[in-house]
């Protein structure tokens, strides 16, 4: 068992916390949001994750975690601080690590020259080395690990839990040792050792690569849908290639989310940098903007124009399973139809569309669809699925669906006197 330090109770912050305290070490974690510590001590996760409550309320049970609007009280006698603060993106699309360094500054008389600090955060390539400089300038001694985070939403504490892998980067062997240790007790581990920098930029690598499978398939479902081909097909026929794989090969309205984009954008940003032009990456962040607009310009075309016409549009999250609508795809393309002149009404069964939006949140699918010239589906909610085509027609004044998470059959919609138009099927 090792005492923990957790700085920043977010996304990341409250999955890794409540995490490491289930699996047996003893946990303090730092939040400067006295209302966030409030509910995380009353057993609340505040973020949706299956298993996250039942987590986090055996760790306060067990006394295994508790919470501090101190970071020093949080970091006081810890072996190992985890910082674990957000990294956005700046307005040149770099990530902006502003909120780390003021932690460090608050930290670094505190810390022991023994204490590891592990940077959990996504951050560009060399930051580590520029931590440990920032901290050895100010006296401190404490050794520093990169140790990034592959949590996917909605599924995070399984990931963290039973990890594809983790990257532990160091110079410090008995620091990364040390961090190491942090993880025995997870079944399976498959464990990448490496410096800081090789670390940081596996986080990087691995995300665009992610993001460029995605904006390659939805360029195929464009070409598919031009040509009469079954992207789901190919897709199917790709992926049965292990070099390949079928995950991630879902056509959709885009990609969204607090990772894919930030970090592709900052990606670019690091390769200009070093001078090691990221143009793939570069190719996919326009790739993915100019989906969006093409889902835009189909039902422009659709209906000849967007002026006046009533849209409802199902699904707000960037993906099913989640309320986070950070970067989400169908609010982009809700901004547009609204800007090109449409009615817009959005339905989502947990994610809310932000106030200052020109665009009309409903309390159920069917008011978001009732009298509309179309209906756009734009995340994969399992309630979406179920939606029964011929009630769809009923409640509709036009005929026009775009499903683009092909979530509906074709045939059903077509029989229910609707046009199915899918992303990248016949
Ligand atoms: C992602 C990475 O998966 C995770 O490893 C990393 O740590 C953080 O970023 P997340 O952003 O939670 O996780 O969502 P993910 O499930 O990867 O989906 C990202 C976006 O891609 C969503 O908008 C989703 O709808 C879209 N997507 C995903 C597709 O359009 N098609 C797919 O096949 C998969």
């Known amino acids: 068992m090792a005492r923990v330090a957790v700085i920043g109770a977010g996304y990341v912050g409250i999955v890794v916390a409540t995490s490491l305290a289930h699996i047996g070490h003893r946990v303090v974690v730092g939040e400067r949001d006295s209302e ?79 204490s590891v600090v592990v940077t959990k955060s996504t951050v560009p390539v060399g930051e580590n080395e520029r931590i440990a400089a920032f901290l050895a300038s100010k006296g401190c001694q404490a050794s520093v690990v990169s140790n990034p985070e592959f949590l996917q939403e909605g599924s995070a504490v399984e990931h963290f839990l039973n990890p594809d892998r983790i990257v532990i980067g160091g110079e410090d062997p008995e620091a ?15 464990l990448s050792l490496t410096d800081t920098a090789t670390a940081e930029l596996v986080k990087y690598a691995s995300n665009a690569f992610l993001a460029m499978k995605i904006a390659f398939i939805n360029e195929i479902a464009d070409l598919c849908t031009a040509a009469g081909a079954d992207v789901l097909k190919v897709a199917e026929g790709m992926g049965m290639d292990d070099r390949i794989g ?44 100019g989906h969006k607009e093409h889902v835009v310009r189909r039902v422009a075309a659709e209906l000849g124009g967007l002026a006046g016409k ?10 099913a399973g989640t309320d986070d609508i950070r970067e989400s795809p169908a609010l982009s393309i809700a ?13 989502d069964p947990q994610a809310a569309v932000p106030e200052e939006m020109n665009v009309s949140q409903s309390a159920s699918w069917e008011e978001a669809v009732a009298e509309a010239d179309a209906v756009l589906i734009l995340t994969e909610w399992p309630q979406f699925s179920a939606i029964s085509p011929a009630e769809l027609a009923d409640l509709m004044a036009g005929t026009l669906l775009f499903d683009t998470r092909n979530i509906l059959d074709p045939e059903a919609v077509v029989a229910a006197g609707l046009q199915y138009l899918g992303m990248g099927r016949v």
């Open 36 to 114: 966030r510590i409030k509910l995380l001590e009353s057993g609340d996760p505040v973020i949706h994750e299956p298993r996250l409550e039942e987590l986090l309320k055996g760790a306060l049970s067990s006394g295994t975690i508790s919470f501090t609007p101190d970071n020093r009280v949080a970091v006081d006698r810890a072996d190992v601080v985890f910082l674990a603060l957000p990294t956005p993106s700046d307005a040149g699309g770099s990530a902006d690590v502003s909120a780390i360094y003021g932690a460090l500054e608050e930290l670094a008389s505190t810390l022991s020259p023994t």
């Open 176 to 190: 990364v040792r040390r961090v190491m240790d942090l993880y025995r007790t997870l079944p399976g581990l498959r």
């Open 246 to 289: 079928l995950k991630f090969l879902r056509p959709g309205p885009g990609y969204g989310g607090s990772c894919f984009p930030k970090d592709t954008q900052a990606l670019v940003h690091i390769g200009n940098t070093y001078g090691a032009d990221q143009s793939i990456v570069r190719a996919v962040v326009a790739s993915n903007e």
């Open 310 to 319: 009533r849209l409802g549009l199902l699904g707000v999250a960037f993906k």
């Open 335 to 347: 901004g547009a139809l609204a800007a090109g002149g449409a009615r817009v009404s959005m339905y």
